[in-house]
């Protein structure tokens, strides 16, 4: 990966300067023009331990550089206050549309995960109705870090954690018996063929939830029922541990959990004064269950923003069980549905949602998951279903599938069964050189968003890709009488619909060859 060998290339440097190399060395992609393909703040860094400034810092560093890279840049410069530019060079450039047309898929599979077992846990809503537009956005981001995850070396399983007990299922029993409770289709469907049993109720609706996320093209690998923990007193257990670790007290007839020990900025009850048991203590249950029974390295669960205030308690609890820092959490805003500039706000409890099944009947999986993955977790979501709708450019979907599709009808035209890297010195155009270093940030792209989860790079990176395609094919005549220009331009061509179909694959959107 580009961005790795300048790293190494910035360390060697600032060790045969003289300097100790810093814990961390961040290369990042420069904004605006002139300013380079890659740049570091190295000398900066390195100014506050030393009585020198940062630009005579650079200078000396860029000497270093320039003496131990061999072809990968063109020039390096340095620039006010003392950040070192990279200019990548065109014959390293050429170079990578080779190895991408023989890594192929392979392309950007990276081995940062050492096989280590990862757990994500996403959507989970309760077992009593439909799934909303609200609460299904987890579907995609959570799907879609898992595959970036598999991507980066990790393996990975999917899950989704029925809540078959506690208040809800109760409301949900209210329901099936006339009383207050849930109002919705999947409870009126009950209550016509007179189902009372709860298990039944229950099996009924998760198999409905089954049928919505196999439409949105996600797949779990295991459904694990909060009853187990129950069953197998699994709860009791825990329980039973952190009181023999004197972690719990009673005060006014509940059990609480010491957790303000750990952290949390108060204690938090795990055994109600009636006798029955919160959702921490189940929590904290099926968490021991992840990682002593399992034997998951990494936990990752995706949740709604309402359960903010659980996530303290819940991290005190894994630690207090021995599992300090293998609990992470993104949190999920909340959606808000636009068409015609009106919005409505997904409330579930209020009676208020659209279903995720209304959803995909109007607009389809593949948008879907685009529009959901566009913003970052802790950003509240406005879906434009108009824009969701329009079969245009200005539809972000179809402009990168569009793209993949031109693609496709420009190697079928070519008639070159199997284009191979050839004359790839030719390419030499600025458009053909910026839609390689567009194709060869897709490894960093994986590895971006598997270090701080932010799957939001994804439907960027496919636009930027898809941007620069198109720039090339106004640019740049692919199929002409130059045998050998039409060659490596095919080839190039090539290397993009891999790169493009991968990105596409990830956030499992198609890539159709027609359009």
Request: proline share 3%; with cysteine.
């Amino acid at each position: 990966m580009i961005r790795q060998e300048i790293i190494k290339l910035t360390q060697k440097a600032v060790a045969s300067a003289g300097f100790r190399t810093p814990a961390t060395v961040r290369v990042e992609h420069p904004e605006g023009e002139g300013h380079g393909d890659y740049a570091t703040s190295i000398a900066l860094q390195l100014a506050k331990n030393f009585k020198l400034s940062p630009k005579n810092i650079a200078i000396n560093l860029k000497s270093h550089i320039l003496r131990t890279q061999s072809g990968l840049l063109e020039k390096v410069e340095v620039a006010e206050p003392g950040f070192i530019n990279f200019f990548l060079s065109k014959e390293y450039l050429q170079k990578q549309v080779g190895e991408i047309l023989k890594q192929k898929e392979n392309f950007g599979r990276l081995k940062i995960g050492k096989n280590k077992k990862v757990q994500v846990e996403f959507i989970s809503a309760n077992p009593t109705g439909p799934l909303t537009v609200g609460n299904a956005r987890g579907g995609p981001l959570g799907d879609v870090l898992a595959n970036v995850l598999e991507k980066a070396g990790y393996k990975v399983s999917r899950e989704y954690y029925v809540n078959d007990t506690g208040r809800q299922i109760e409301l949900l029993k209210d329901s099936l018996a006339g009383k207050d409770g849930y109002k919705n289709p999947y409870v009126d469907e009950l209550k016509k063929n007179k189902v009372k049993d709860i298990k039944e109720a229950v099996k009924f609706i998760v198999a409905k939830i089954k049928q919505t996320t196999e439409r949105m093209n996600i797949k779990f690998d295991q459904w694990f029922y909060e009853s187990e923990l129950h069953r197998k007193k699994e709860i009791d257990q825990v329980i039973g541990f952190l009181k023999k670790q004197g972690l719990v007290y009673e005060k006014e007839g509940a059990q609480w959990f010491k957790s303000s020990k750990y952290g949390d900025e108060r204690d938090r009850v795990i055994i109600k004064a009636d006798g029955s048991k919160t959702y921490l203590a189940g929590d904290m249950a099926y968490h021991r269950y992840k990682f002593e029974k399992k034997k998951f390295a990494k936990a990752i669960n995706v949740w709604g923003a309402d359960h903010y205030g659980d996530v303290p308690g819940l991290q005190a609890g894994v630690e207090a069980l021995g599992h300090k820092g293998r609990l992470d959490f993104i949190l999920l805003q909340f959606v808000t549905l636009i068409e015609g500039g009106k919005g409505l706000k997904m409330s579930k409890r209020q009676g208020i949602y659209v279903s995720m099944d209304e959803l995909l009947d109007a607009v389809g999986s593949d948008v879907a998951r685009f529009f959901f993955l566009q913003k970052s977790a802790n950003t509240h979501l406005n879906f434009d279903l108009s824009l969701a709708k329009e079969q245009s450019d200005k539809n972000p979907v179809y402009y990168a599938q569009y793209a993949h599709a031109r693609i496709c009808s420009i190697l079928k035209k070519s008639q070159i069964p199997n284009p191979k890297s050839q004359n790839l010195k030719l390419l030499n155009h600025s458009s053909e050189l910026n839609l390689v270093k567009q194709l060869i940030r897709f490894p960093e792209a994986v590895e971006d968003i598997a270090k701080d989860y932010q799957v939001q790079r994804l439907p960027q990176y496919a636009m930027d890709l898809a941007t620069a395609f198109h720039q090339f094919y106004r640019d740049c005549r692919v199929i002409s009488e130059n045998k050998k220009l039409t060659q490596a331009r095919i080839g190039l061509v090539l290397a993009a619909k891999i790169i493009l179909k991968n990105s596409l694959f990830l956030m499992g959107i198609s890539a159709p060859e027609k359009m």
